[in-house]
C-alpha cells in the first residue's frame, strides 16, 4: 500500500539519517544519484526500493518536494502511474526548527538506459501522430520538453491518449496556480519497468523559487 500521510518522527537530530554520509567524496555510501536538493541511496534491506534523503544546502528552502509528495498523496493521483510509489515519509527537525526530509520509494531507472526506439515508442503510446510529428521524441530530454509543453499549454492535451497522463498534468498545473514553479527537464522523469512495457514516471516537476 502506498503511504497516506506523513509520518511525524520524534524529536532527533537533524543529521542523524546522515551518519552514514561520506564527507571526503561528498555523496552517500551506496549512492545512486546526487541532485541539488537530495541524494537518492539504495534501499538498506529492499533492493527494490531506494531512500531519497533531503541535504541541508542553501537552496533547501526551494525544495518543493515535500509539498509535493504531501498533495501527492493526499489526492486521487496517488496511485497515477505517472508519478513515483511514495511508501515512507520521515521528517527530521533540529531545535532551530529546520526540517529535511527521508523518502522511501520505488527504484526507477533513469532514460539513459534507454534506446532511441524505446523512446520513440514510449511517445507513440501516449501521444498522437501530430504531436509526435511535431515534437520529434527520440530522446528523454526531448520527452521531458513535450511534457513541459503541455504544462504550459493545456489545449495540447488534446494530443494525449492515455488519460492517466492527462490527469497528472492537471496535478502539476494545479500546484503551480498555487505558487508552485514548473520544473520539467530530462532529471526529473524517470521509468518503471512494468508487465505492460516501459512506463514514464514524472518524478519532481516543481520547485518553490
Known amino acids: 500500500?502506498?503511504?497516506?500521510?506523513?509520518?511525524?518522527?520524534?524529536?532527533?537530530?537533524?543529521?542523524?539519517?546522515?551518519?552514514?554520509?561520506?564527507?571526503q567524496?561528498?555523496?552517500?555510501?551506496?549512492?545512486?544519484?546526487?541532485?541539488?536538493?537530495?541524494?537518492?541511496?539504495?534501499?538498506?534491506k529492499d533492493p527494490h526500493m531506494v531512500q531519497k534523503c533531503q541535504k541541508m544546502t542553501d537552496d533547501t528552502?526551494?525544495?518543493?518536494?515535500?509539498?509535493?509528495?504531501?498533495?501527492?498523496?493526499?489526492?486521487?493521483?496517488?496511485?497515477?502511474?505517472?508519478?513515483p510509489r511514495i511508501y515512507s515519509v520521515k521528517r527530521y527537525s533540529d531545535a532551530d526548527e529546520a526540517t529535511?526530509?527521508?523518502?522511501?520509494?520505488?527504484?526507477?531507472?533513469?532514460?539513459n538506459v534507454l534506446r532511441p526506439k524505446q523512446i520513440v515508442s514510449i511517445a507513440e503510446i501516449l501521444f498522437d501522430e501530430e504531436f509526435n510529428e511535431d515534437y520529434k521524441i527520440t530522446t528523454v530530454t526531448i520527452l521531458a520538453q513535450a511534457?513541459?509543453?503541455?504544462?504550459?499549454?493545456?489545449?495540447?492535451?488534446?494530443?494525449?491518449?492515455?488519460?492517466?497522463?492527462?490527469s497528472a498534468i492537471v496535478f502539476i498545473n494545479r500546484l503551480v496556480k498555487n505558487g508552485l514553479q514548473l520544473d520539467m527537464h530530462d532529471k526529473n522523469i524517470m521509468f518503471r519497468r512494468a508487465a505492460h512495457g516501459i512506463q514514464l514516471v514524472i518524478t519532481d516537476p516543481v520547485r518553490k523559487y
Open 1 to 23: 500500500m502506498l503511504l497516506k500521510e506523513i509520518i511525524q518522527t520524534d524529536y532527533r537530530e537533524i543529521n542523524a539519517h546522515n551518519r552514514k554520509f561520506n564527507y
Open 25 to 44: 567524496t561528498n555523496t552517500y555510501f551506496n549512492t545512486r544519484g546526487v541532485g541539488m536538493f537530495a541524494n537518492v541511496r539504495q534501499h538498506p
Open 61 to 83: 528552502k526551494s525544495d518543493a518536494y515535500p509539498i509535493f509528495v504531501r498533495v501527492l498523496l493526499d489526492s486521487d493521483q496517488k496511485e497515477n502511474p505517472f508519478f
Open 100 to 111: 529535511l526530509h527521508k523518502f522511501e520509494m520505488e527504484k526507477l531507472i533513469e532514460g
Open 147 to 166: 511534457i513541459r509543453s503541455l504544462c504550459k499549454a493545456p489545449y495540447l492535451l488534446a494530443h494525449v491518449n492515455d488519460n492517466n497522463l492527462k
